[in-house]
């Protein structure tokens, strides 16, 4: 199976103009970025390239050894970015992993139980079990930002059968679950996404979906619309946080690494 891993990267942002540059500990976040994306396909052999609309981010691309493309600035998301770059530059790639520019810290095997398991849906993409402690957390986050976290649901083989904003299942008779095991019933979803190229070029062709617009998430498209989702369970990261959206995420990120280690310099 051919895979290509897609960077798209945007110059462009309104809570955060030329997040992709941004310097985190001395190393670009773009640079981060690419280097979880080689890391993880090198077992695969998976080309890696970056998708931008920006001279900026091509220059800087060059500048660390990576293959970008200039894709349309027009096009309106990030999956939109990755069809056009793997029309570009893969067109004969089965398998398109979409890693978001602004997710330097998402950990290489996320990426790489994704190709594992690339056969398994039209769609792959990672949830984690979690622990007892980790859903209180989530529940305090929650009433405060109701948006934030989003929880899956899954059968015995993975299939995803559906995410929500909402902390799904409900639990009966939790007490004694957590008596009797220190891990959960709730999977939370981690916005990463594998693609089968049929699976992406029919998505491009779809438009919003009802519950997709109720709780404001891409993947019920998918599920609404009859293609296949597989979650694959991986391991919790070792850093709390994988996306950027804000300057503050940023300073945020460095913290983190100072504390647990950078990745990029092991």
Same mark, same amino acid.
């Given at each position: 199976?051919?895979?290509?891993?897609?960077?798209?990267?945007?110059?462009? &942002?309104?809570?955060?103009?030329?997040?992709?540059?941004?310097?985190?500990?001395?190393?670009?976040?773009?640079?981060?970025?690419?280097?979880?994306?080689?890391?993880?396909?090198?077992?695969?052999?998976?080309?890696? !390239?970056?998708?931008?609309?920006?001279?900026?981010?091509?220059?800087?691309?060059?500048?660390?050894?990576?293959?970008?493309?200039?894709?349309?600035?027009?096009?309106?998301?990030?999956?939109?970015?990755?069809?056009?770059?793997?029309?570009?530059?893969?067109?004969?790639?089965?398998?398109?992993? +979409?890693?978001?520019?602004?997710?330097?810290?998402?950990?290489?095997?996320?990426?790489?139980?994704?190709?594992?398991?690339?056969?398994?849906?039209?769609? !792959?993409?990672? !949830?984690?079990?979690?622990?007892?402690?980790?859903?209180?957390?989530?529940?305090?986050?929650?009433?405060?930002?109701?948006?934030?976290?989003?929880?899956?649901?899954?059968?015995?083989?993975?299939?995803?059968?559906?995410?929500?904003?909402?902390?799904?299942?409900?639990?009966? +008779?939790?007490?004694?679950?957590?008596?009797?095991?220190?891990?959960?019933?709730?999977?939370?979803?981690?916005?990463?996404?594998?693609?089968?190229?049929?699976?992406?070029?029919?998505?491009?062709?779809?438009?919003?979906?009802?519950?997709?617009?109720?709780?404001?998430?891409?993947?019920?498209?998918?599920?609404? +619309?009859?293609?296949?989702?597989?979650?694959?369970?991986?391991?919790? &990261?070792?850093?709390?946080? &994988?996306?950027?959206?804000?300057?503050?995420?940023?300073?945020?990120?460095?913290?983190?690494?100072?504390?647990?280690?950078?990745?990029?310099?092991?």
């Amino acid at each position: 199976m051919k895979t290509l891993i897609v960077i798209p990267a945007r110059f462009e &942002s309104k809570r955060f103009p030329g997040k992709p540059l941004h310097l985190i500990n001395g190393v670009s976040m773009l640079a981060r970025t690419a280097e979880v994306a080689r890391r993880a396909g090198q077992a695969s052999g998976a080309r890696v !390239v970056i998708a931008t609309d920006d001279q900026r981010i091509m220059d800087h691309a060059k500048a660390i050894g990576a293959e970008a493309v200039m894709t349309d600035s027009a096009l309106p998301s990030g999956t939109d970015r990755a069809r056009a770059a793997a029309q570009l530059v893969a067109p004969d790639a089965d398998f398109i992993v +979409n890693l978001q520019g602004d997710a330097p810290l998402t950990p290489p095997g996320h990426v790489s139980a994704l190709i594992e398991a690339a056969a398994k849906g039209d769609v !792959v993409t990672p !949830v984690v079990r979690l622990s007892w402690e980790k859903l209180d957390d989530l529940r305090r986050r929650k009433q405060t930002t109701p948006f934030s976290g989003t929880s899956c649901i899954r059968a015995a083989d993975g299939r995803a059968l559906w995410f929500s904003k909402t902390i799904i299942p409900a639990i009966r +008779n939790e007490e004694k679950l957590r008596a009797a095991a220190p891990l959960s019933p709730v999977f939370q979803h981690i916005g990463l996404y594998g693609y089968s190229r049929a699976a992406l070029e029919r998505i491009a062709s779809l438009g919003p979906s009802h519950y997709e617009e109720l709780e404001g998430l891409e993947q019920l498209r998918f599920i609404e +619309n009859g293609l296949s989702v597989h979650a694959v369970e991986v391991a919790p &990261s070792r850093l709390p946080m &994988s996306g950027i959206d804000t300057p503050a995420d940023a300073e945020h990120a460095a913290a983190m690494l100072a504390q647990h280690g950078d990745p990029h310099l092991s």
